[in-house]
Every structure is written in C-alpha cells, then in structure tokens.
C-alpha cells in the first residue's frame, strides 16, 4: 500500500512540474512573440515608469505629459495612481489605442495597509508574530488589487541602525536574522503563492541596498559600509524577501562603495544575477536615474541612462532618461539593444504572470472594490495587529492595567487625534473620520462618565497655555493618561531629526503633569526610538504604541484596561541620548571594551554605553523567569546539532505571552564577530503560574557568516549560547563547534 501510495505521489508530482514547465514554455513563447512584433521604442516604452500625478508623488518632479506617452505606447506602468475605475481608464489607453495593445503596471506604496491601516511596519515587526505579519501584508494586497494595484513598492527591508533616519519606521529595525523572516513573510503575504490570484499583487523589495546606513540618519546621504559588513548585515533581508519569491526589487538612493546602487553593477550584476539568480526586474527610485548627476557620477541624463542600462536597471522610475536617449546610445553603440530587449522581456514576463495579457482589467474591479475594503474582518485583523505591536516599556508598581472604577484623566494631543494615529505613508487611509482615536477606544471600554479630557498642548509649539487646564484635569483623576510623541511626518522619507526628544512643549506638559503627584501612564506615539531619558526616570508606565493605525485607538484601550496583555518586544534599541547613535545590540566588541577600573576602556564621558532600553526589551502586565538553561553537548557538528533548553514560568497574576530569544556568539574569529547575534525565538503562552520547557536547537549552519573573502562559512572554536527575555537579562551557555 505504501508503496502505491509513493507511486502515485511521484507521478502526481511529475504530472506538476511537466505542467508548470508547458506552462513556462506557452509563456515564453509568447512573450518572445510579442517581443519579435516590437519595435525598439516599444521595447523601451516597457522600461518606463510614470506617476499619474492622481495621488501623493514621493519626488520633486511629474511629467505632466504622460498620458500622451502612454498613447503612443512609450510607457510600461503607471504609479500613484488607484481607483477602479482611474486604473481602467488608463489601462484602457494602453490597450485600445497603442499599436500592440501591452498593459500597463499599476504600482503603488502600500506599506503598512491600503485603507485599513495596520500599525507601522517597525511597529509590526516588534510583535514578534510573522503570520499576524503575513496577514497584514496579504490585506494589503487584497484591498489594494481591488482597486487596480497589480505592484506594490514594498517590503522596504534595510536594516536601520539609526533612529534619526526616518525610514527606520518602514522597516523591521536592527537585526539580520529578524529582519529577513520579516521580509519572506511579507512576500508571501504580498504575493501569495501564484501572482495570478487576483488578491495579490506582486511585490516590489527596495532599497537595493545599504540604504539604512545613510550616513549621520539624514535621508538620500551618502553610505560607506565595508563589504563584510555590505554581505553580513544588508543584504540578507534582501536574499530572503527574494527567496521568498519577490517578483521585483528598487534601487536605492544611496551610493555604495561611490557607485550609485540604481547603476552599481557589483550589486545588480554580479549579486542579483550571478550569485542570486534572480529572475524577476529591477526599477529604479524615483529619478535615482538622474540623480546620478548631483551625486556626481554621472555628466548628464545620457550618460545616465546609458550607466544604469549598462549596470543592470531594468525599469526607470519616473526619470523619462531611458525614453529620452536609450535608442540614441544604442544608435551610438553606447548600450546594446539585446540589453533593452532582455529588460522589456522581463517586464512582459511579470505582465503575463500576473495574468494582464489574460485580462488587462482584472485588478481593476469595481465591485471588489465595494466589498473586499475595510472589512469587519480586515478591521479587527488592524486591531489585533497593534495590540501585538504594543512595547510596555515601563510599568512601575503595576500601574497599569487601569483599575476598573477609577477616574481617568485622558491629557495630551494624541487623544483625540484621528491624522498622526495611522502614521506616514498611510495609502488610501481615511485620514479624518474612520481612524478610532485613544479617546473613542477609551469610551467605548470604560466609559464616557470615567473620562475627564484635556489637550494640554500640540504636538510641536511653544504655546502652553492649555497646561493650568491639564493640570486641573489631571488633579481630579485617580490616574493620568498622557499621550504625546510625534507628527506621523517626522519619520518615513526624508523625514530625519537630528534630536529624538518629545517635540515642542510636551515634556513640559509632563512634568507639570508630575508635579500633581498622580500615577502618570505616558503613551507614546511615535515612528522610532525616542530619547525618552527623563520620562523614563519620572512617569510610572510607559507604554510604546508606534503609530498603530485605523484601529489603534481601540487596542490602545484593550492594552490600557487590561483586556489584552502587552508582549511586544522592541526590535530596535533605544539610545539614552543621540550622541550615542549608531547604538545596537549586535555591535562587534572593541580593542578596549568598556571597563570601569580603567580609564582606557571604549566609553563617553557623560553617558554610559548602555541603552535606555535594550533590543528584545518589552515588559508584560505579568512577570516571566528563566531557569535551569540546557545543553544537548558541549559540542556541535555537522553531524550533530545542538539542543538548548531552558524553563520559562510565569511567575505574575496574569496569564500572558512571552518571546523567548536565543543569542549566540562567536568568541574568536577570522574577522571580529558581534558580541551577541539572535538566532532564534519562541512566542510562547504561559498561564499565571505555569512553566515550560522551551527548545532550540542550533546547527552549524545557523553559525555561518561572511568571511573577509565574502565566503560564507562557519569556523570552529568557541562559542557562548544566551537565552532570555530581552538581549541583555540572559542565561549563559558554552560549547565549542569542532
Ligand atoms: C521612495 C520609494 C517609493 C518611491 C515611489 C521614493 O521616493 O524612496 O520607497 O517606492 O518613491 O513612490
């Protein structure tokens, strides 16, 4: 029987592959058809990506005239621009009234939800939950492709070790391991498993590559990372994200090794290509063609076209230099036309697999459109979604949850507020109405008659007139709610800040706040690690809530009134003061590493080295131990992994979630390791009272990393294995790689 069983597996499986390789060969066929009809100019036109100007553009330029490219067929997608109908009518152009009749890509930034808006991409990465992560990402998609989205421009996937970077918010924070499940998870959740489903688009991984390294935090800067560094912290999120399927990737701004990425071909040519077989096509940023100019590589948009051709680049985003002069410099023998051929090839591959050439108009759906929006379902996936995303940073003498019957003085510009909730590049997002505010979510679980409200002050001005009503608010509380942070628009693109305090007068209001002498619970909005150092010292809770998007209000009560458990854990560190920054946990020991009996050890002079709060950090409303930490051996080998245990209990009142993290490092190697790299983690469920044994289990392969000749190997020597609640409160372990 088993062996029937086997039998008919196998021939079923052959009778799979034999069928996706007839359907490869119909495609290609097709495509190298249609490419054998196309004239040079047509082929170009497929490289060319225009916004419509419908939407928010993210560049300094529009070319008003590209509704009369589209017709003579000199362009391949349009971006910014949604709507079922909108998208019709532009794939209609392309369809109806240019030679060939090719559609056209729809592309668009959907980041962190379409229209329901899920909470900010760091913010989701701290919930530790990849199907909850998944989830988000496949909403986004499905919302978005019912309004003629068939590309979505992201994960965004740079590591960022700088929080005054404001793009640090779009990403999954500071650690490889992490952020390289993040970005396959969001794939999968984008694209689905075949691009041909009309609920998902196909996905678009950016910024190839290094981009979060800008120099100082400020957007667009320059990035110098070593190739070691290049191959063992940038780039894996992106290996993965394309492993995971992802049908295209963008360029960066930046350059890398002074080659600017859109036309760097060590990391289009020799990495996408050669080492990473990568099949899909390559877009540019937006105008990154012609910003080679500025950076100083390029003499002019020509030559710019001709460097970034020549490099890799298959698509121009909204540059127009590859419309303007790649027949030029093909005529001059300056690039070659099989190259412009294999790109357009590319495109229309992605175009077939997306089903367009099929039914140009299939994402383009007016009814979808009514239905598959802002779904009770979609809804309460938000909800649920930012009550993950939640870090409790502090909760001293178990301020929080909110004792039922007490007063609650809700203080602060964030209350009320429905626009700075959803966060930057928040799509279709309704920005006024839709969005429930702290304080709708609060009457809705409390109750209007236990609220006392008071605005205090805005976000960023120096007018504090509303304090003497704050105060006398707060004073007839039990206990104080103040919710502060920042405007949705100091982080996301070009949006830097040189200091992480609380804008404008809200760290006044705070400590007017304290001098009532009521329990203060600080909820902080904001998109990245805050220099919170005095709220820290002087409020008894603080609870992190990101910018936790349409449904944030409500989980903002869930977590206040105890109905959920916060067990968001921070994936990015917090400095104590910016001086500090680049401040992460995984940094490489020094020479001198930081002794306090000497004077010579790598410190400051008026700081510690230490984080205010740690990666990995974020508390819950019941407390977790860690004891009697195992290992399988005192070796590991290719043969033989090794097996770490560890039992966590819940020693709290409450039953609660808690992610168990799993650290290594490597003692000596043949270049300098990090001092503690994650490997791996478990969410676990722990009810008040109950212990686990929770399990790892480590292999030489998990040990790998990218040696000075950029080989990716593990060594033999020393290792030290860490277990814990955060980085830095862990278990110790040895054991030895033979
Ligand atoms: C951003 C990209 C974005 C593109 C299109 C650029 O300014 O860097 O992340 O996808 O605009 O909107």
Not at 120 to 146: F, G, H, Q, V, Y
Not at 390 to 400: A, E
Request: aromatic letters at 10%; one cysteine or more.
């Amino acid at each position: 029987m088993q062996k029937i069983i086997y039998i008919l597996t196998l021939l079923s499986l052959s009778f799979t592959i034999s069928a996706q390789n007839s359907d490869k060969i119909k495609m290609n066929k097709f495509v190298d058809d249609l490419l054998n009809k196309m004239t040079l100019e047509e082929k170009i036109g497929q490289t060319v990506l225009y916004t419509s100007g419908y939407d928010v553009i993210t560049g300094p330029t529009v070319d008003p005239n590209y509704k009369e490219y589209l017709k003579k067929g000199m362009v391949g997608g349009i971006f910014n621009g949604v709507g079922a109908d909108y998208t019709r009518s532009l794939q209609k152009i392309a369809v109806e009234e240019t030679r060939l009749g090719i559609p056209l890509l729809f592309g668009y930034d959907v980041i962190h939800g379409y229209k329901t808006i899920f909470p900010m991409p760091l913010a989701e990465s701290c919930s530790w939950d990849l199907d909850a992560i998944e989830n988000s990402a496949r909403i986004a998609s499905k919302e978005a492709t019912a309004e003629g989205i068939n590309w979505i421009f992201a994960p965004m996937v740079d590591i960022a070790r700088d929080a005054r970077w404001g793009r640090i918010v779009e990403g999954a924070g500071e650690d490889v391991y992490w952020g390289s499940l993040v970005a396959a998870a969001r794939i999968r959740g984008i694209q689905g498993k075949d691009l041909k489903d009309r609920e998902r688009a196909m996905a678009c991984v950016k910024h190839f590559a290094a981009y979060g390294a800008s120099m100082a935090g400020r957007d667009y800067n320059t990035v110098d990372v070593s190739l070691v560094e290049l191959w063992n912290t940038y780039l894996p999120p992106f290996k993965a994200a394309l492993y995971a399927g992802s049908a295209t990737i963008m360029t960066a701004f930046n350059d890398l090794n002074g080659i600017p990425a859109t036309a760097n071909k060590y990391l289009l040519k020799d990495i996408l290509i050669d080492k990473w077989k990568f099949d899909g096509f390559v877009v540019s940023d937006y105008t990154s063609v012609n910003e080679m100019i500025p950076h100083g590589y390029a003499r002019d948009e020509k030559h710019s076209a001709e460097l970034s051709m020549n490099a890799g680049l298959d698509m121009d985003m909204q540059g127009g230099v590859f419309m303007k002069y790649l027949k030029e410099l093909i005529a001059e023998g300056k690039v070659l036309e099989k190259d412009v051929t294999l790109a357009a090839r590319k495109i229309l591959i992605k175009k077939y697999e997306l089903g367009l050439f099929e039914d140009p108009y299939r994402y383009s759906d007016s009814k979808r459109e009514k239905t598959d929006i802002m779904t009770a379902e979609h809804k309460e996936a938000a909800r649920d979604m930012a009550r993950k995303s939640f870090v409790l940073l502090k909760n001293d003498n178990q301020v929080l949850p909110l004792t039922s019957g007490k007063k609650i003085a809700l203080i602060g510009p964030m209350i009320k507020d429905k626009r700075e909730i959803i966060g930057s590049w928040s799509a279709m997002g309704d920005r006024t109405n839709v969005p429930v505010s702290i304080y709708e979510g609060m009457v809705e679980a409390v109750g209007e008659h236990n609220l006392l409200y008071a605005k205090g002050c805005d976000i960023e001005s120096d007018d504090t007139s509303g304090f003497e009503e704050a105060v006398k608010t707060a004073s007839q509380a039990d206990i104080v709610v103040v919710s502060v942070g920042e405007f949705h628009n100091m982080t996301g693109e070009n949006n830097s800040r040189a200091g992480l305090d609380l804008p404008g007068v809200q760290l006044q209001l705070l400590k007017k706040l304290k001098e009532t002498g009521k329990p203060i619970v600080m909820v902080l909005m904001s998109g990245r690690p805050m220099t919170i150092t005095w709220e820290n010292a002087h409020l008894d809770a603080i609870l992190d809530v990101w910018f936790p998007g349409t449904m944030g209000g409500a989980a903002i009560a869930d977590v206040l009134t105890g109905k959920y458990n916060p067990s968001g854990k921070l994936t990015v560190t917090f400095p104590q003061v910016v001086g500090q920054i680049p401040l992460f946990y995984n940094h490489k020991s020094t020479g001198r590493p930081f002794d306090a009996s000497t004077n010579y050890g790598s410190r400051y002079w008026d700081v510690s080295n230490d984080p205010l709060y740690p990666f990995g950090y974020g508390l819950s409303y019941t407390t977790f131990e860690y004891a009697d930490m195992k290992l399988s051996s005192e070796t590991i080998t290719k043969n033989s992994p090794l097996k770490i245990s560890v039992k966590v209990s819940n020693t709290g009142k409450y039953d609660g979630e808690e992610v168990v993290q799993l650290y290594t490092r490597d003692v000596i190697g043949s270049i300098t390791r990090p001092v503690k790299e994650l490997k791996g983690y478990s969410k676990i469920f722990l009810k008040a009272g109950e212990s686990r044994i929770v399990d790892f289990t480590l292999t030489v392969d998990d040990l790998r990393f990218y040696n000075a000749d950029l080989e990716y190997v593990y060594e033999i020597g020393d290792f030290s294995v860490f277990v814990g609640g955060n980085s830095q409160k862990t278990l110790e372990g040895k054991f030895t790689l033979k």
